[in-house]
């Protein structure tokens, strides 16, 4: 029994198509413009560090698209690096959209959701354009999880504080000093309680303060 299935696997590898090159459209899905613009996109995609192979089928010996994209993977010997995208049509005469990819390949988290898209393209528009729009968009995702996420904005709060706790500062010491000639003021006790009285000039300020015996208040 082993035998024989081993026999019906080696026989279905054996019917798996031989790699010719990027692009294997064995299923006859891409026009000339199709195919211009997908050779461009896996060069692209190539420069992100993903190697993408495009295959398309009518025919698949296992029953199982999964399966036979993971079996065509290692039979073409395909890196790490790469990843393998299988257009294949189905008794049902339906495109079944799957991937297989190596090890060394990150991909974003909506790839899954492009994939059930072009599925969903190819069956009810065309497959090679179904084809271009996947890795046109799976090249922006790429990209876009490599860009660094800025952190939305946010009120400067820590920023506000300084600048009012330095302007206050500032006004305090400013009225210290005597508008005229620019010498430190003196606190100084009057009838009417505590003044500031520059040295100099004797230009007088009202001031806070306290006066000998009396409560603290302000006197203009």
Not at 99 to 119: D, K, N, Y
Request: glycine share 8%.
């Amino acid at each position: 029994m082993l035998a024989l299935f081993g026999a019906a696997v080696g026989l279905a590898q054996a019917l798996l198509p031989l790699q010719v090159g990027s692009i294997n459209d064995y299923g006859q899905t891409l026009e000339a413009e199709d195919r211009a613009q997908l050779l461009s996109l896996i060069e692209s995609l190539k420069a992100e560090g993903v190697y993408l192979v495009y295959l398309a089928s009518w025919r698949d010996p296992f029953g199982n698209p999964q399966r036979y994209a993971m079996e065509v993977f290692r039979a073409w010997n395909l890196s790490e690096k790469s990843l393998l995208l299988v257009f294949l049509r189905g008794e049902d005469r339906r495109w079944r959209v799957v991937m297989h990819f190596g090890a060394a390949v990150s991909l974003p988290p909506e790839v899954e959701e492009l994939r059930a898209q072009a599925e969903l393209e190819a069956n009810r528009a065309r497959p090679g354009y179904a084809a271009v729009r996947f890795v046109a968009n799976l090249i922006s995702a790429v990209r876009e999880a490599k860009t660094p996420k800025g952190k939305g904005w946010e009120f400067p709060w820590k920023l506000v504080l300084f600048a009012a706790l330095s302007l206050g500062l500032f006004l305090l010491v400013l009225r210290r000093f005597c508008p005229r000639c620019g010498r430190v003021l003196r606190r100084v006790e009057s009838v009417g309680g505590i003044i500031l009285v520059c040295p100099r000039c004797r230009y007088t300020r009202a001031g806070w303060g306290r006066r000998s015996g009396g409560r603290r208040v302000f006197y203009p």
